[in-house]
């Protein structure tokens, strides 16, 4: 945590005070507008620079270059009068139940979000505003398809206690009246951190590799076939393309470590732009597991969640988001499994989330696809399966890429089943789940007609009585009295930090 001085009114006392950005908050946004200036502004001087040119651009007379030097100085003065205004004119409220964003100059724009809808909180550091020793604060509500309230930019202690305030207020903690501003940054415990060489494999194994190497054999043989060589310029694309995918992996795998904390799952990543992202225990909808054919030889694994308020982009930008692990083994995988779903409904976790990882056939009681069906599906149709415990719902799929999809019973939004003519001839039907948008699309594929009927029929009814039984999300709580006399350094209603959950196989699940 940064240790520089937050606000210490951080909540606003009247309907009518408003507070203002960082000052210099438009440059850290407009900064590449101004690079771009500068290099088409500066092209022709520096080209008559290279060129020996004893006057202004390009042969001009130095009145010319006097009057270019006029008009740079202008428009930089304009840059920066548009910069003030945009400045001038962007202020936020933090209130009891919303905070507030106005923006705009010509446009105005004025966003408001309730903090107890609030679904999950990042702090981002660009490198620009990491230079200034600043931060942006996002964070989404239920339903919205983009982040409702960017604040852009921010002292990085301030966004760090404006953070921690949101989160306590959508929590419900118990605030002291007569101290309203005093929330403490909940503490967290680290569980996994990822090394860079980890990350280099995984980049170097990942499934670019995979393109670029099946493109360059395909290249050849049509250069072979046909006796050309100008097929190899269709390289480049391709080249292109992979380097962004590694570039991709490297930025949002380096530095990454996850937390756990009475907030939610704390996750810190970024190689130039940093980010540090808070997900709410509970409010992850779905999470997927794919491992790519290469990194079976190392046996590592990528997690994804859907979270209700990030959207369906599939951005580079959105994907790191809803990325919960990078790269990890099994262990680790198990691990980030058991924060976002802390009673698995078994009583073997670990034997049941392992079949559906890598098992076949009825491991561990999956449901598989009929050998009559075989044909339809000749390399997946021992991978294909499902499983149901008393808390979530594991679909798996795929057997060069192998993906498991969890769903919470009282996530599932609806069902729906597709059976098209071929499956119909074969007598396997698929059965799809329907979250909010994200990266992992729950599919249970090719399983029996009669087996998708029934299992479609008591999901519904599973759903149902999951979310009879789900409570609010209140996931924060003050310290007992009793924890206070062992620890006397802890503050009242400092939130709990609890230990990191864990699967660990025993006696038959019961549910409380």
């Known amino acids: 945590m940064s240790n520089a001085e937050p606000d210490p009114a951080i909540l606003s006392g009247s309907p009518d005070e408003w507070k203002r950005v960082h000052i210099i908050s438009p440059l850290v946004r407009g900064w590449i507008a101004i690079a771009a200036l500068i290099f088409f502004g500066g092209r022709d001087w520096f080209e008559g620079l290279l060129i020996g040119e004893p006057r202004g651009f390009r042969g001009e007379s130095v009145d010319n270059l006097a009057i270019a030097v006029a008009i740079g100085a202008g428009v930089v003065l304009l840059i920066a009068a548009g910069?003030?205004?945009?400045?001038f004119y962007t202020r936020y409220q933090v209130t009891e139940e919303h905070v507030r964003v106005n923006s705009g100059v010509i446009f105005r724009?004025?966003?408001q979000a309730r903090l107890d809808r609030v679904q999950a909180i990042d702090v981002v550091q660009p490198f620009l505003a990491r230079v200034f020793g600043l931060a942006e604060l996002k964070f989404d509500v239920a339903d919205a398809g983009e982040s409702a309230v960017r604040l852009s930019f921010l002292r990085l202690g301030e966004a760090e206690k404006l953070r921690a305030t949101i989160l306590a207020r959508a929590a419900g903690i118990v605030v002291d009246p007569e101290h309203p501003q005093d929330i403490p940054e909940a503490p967290e415990r680290e569980v996994l951190a990822l090394t860079p060489a980890r990350v280099i494999g995984s980049a170097v194994l990942s499934g670019n590799t995979v393109a670029v190497l099946l493109g360059l054999v395909g290249v050849v043989v049509f250069a072979v076939v046909l006796d050309t060589g100008a097929l190899l310029a269709a390289l480049?694309?391709?080249?292109?393309?992979?380097?962004?995918?590694?570039?991709?992996?490297?930025?949002?795998?380096f530095n990454f470590r996850a937390a756990i904390s009475p907030d939610g799952i704390r996750i810190r990543y970024g190689l130039l732009d940093t980010?540090?992202?808070?997900?709410?225990?509970?409010r992850v909808q779905a999470v997927g597991v794919v491992q790519s054919p290469l990194w079976r030889l190392k046996g590592w694994y990528k997690v994804t969640v859907n979270v209700a308020g990030y959207g369906a982009s599939v951005s580079g930008e959105a994907q790191a988001r809803a990325t919960l692990l990078p790269v990890g083994t099994l262990d680790e995988v198990l691990q980030v499994m058991a924060l976002v779903l802390p009673d698995p409904g078994t009583g073997s976790p670990v034997e049941v989330f392992s079949a559906g990882l890598a098992g076949r056939d009825s491991d561990a009681g999956f449901i598989t696809t009929p050998k009559r069906a075989r044909l339809i599906a000749p390399l997946a149709w021992r991978r294909n399966g499902v499983a149901v415990t008393d808390t979530a719902l594991l679909a798996r799929s795929g057997a060069w890429w192998r993906q498991l999809a969890v769903v919470p019973h009282e996530r599932t939004q609806s069902l729906a089943l597709h059976q098209g003519p071929l499956a119909r001839r074969f007598g396997v039907a698929d059965l799809i789940f329907h979250t909010t948008p994200g990266p992992v699309a729950p599919r249970v594929q090719q399983i029996a007609a009669e087996d998708a009927w029934r299992l479609f029929h008591e999901q519904a009814s599973r759903a149902a009585e999951a979310r009879r039984r789900s409570v609010p999300e209140q996931w924060m709580r003050p310290v007992p009295a009793e924890e206070i006399a062992a620890e006397p350094n802890v503050p009242p209603e400092t939130p709990v930090m609890p230990p990191p959950p864990t699967y660990?196989?025993?006696p038959a699940h019961e549910r409380s």
């Open 275 to 282: 980010r540090t992202q808070t997900v709410p225990p509970g």
């Open 504 to 506: 660990q196989e025993g």
């Open 236 to 253: 480049v694309p391709i080249l292109i393309g992979v380097v962004g995918g590694y570039w991709n992996v490297l930025n949002t795998g």
């Open 109 to 111: 724009q004025h966003r």
């Open 83 to 87: 910069f003030f205004l945009s400045w």
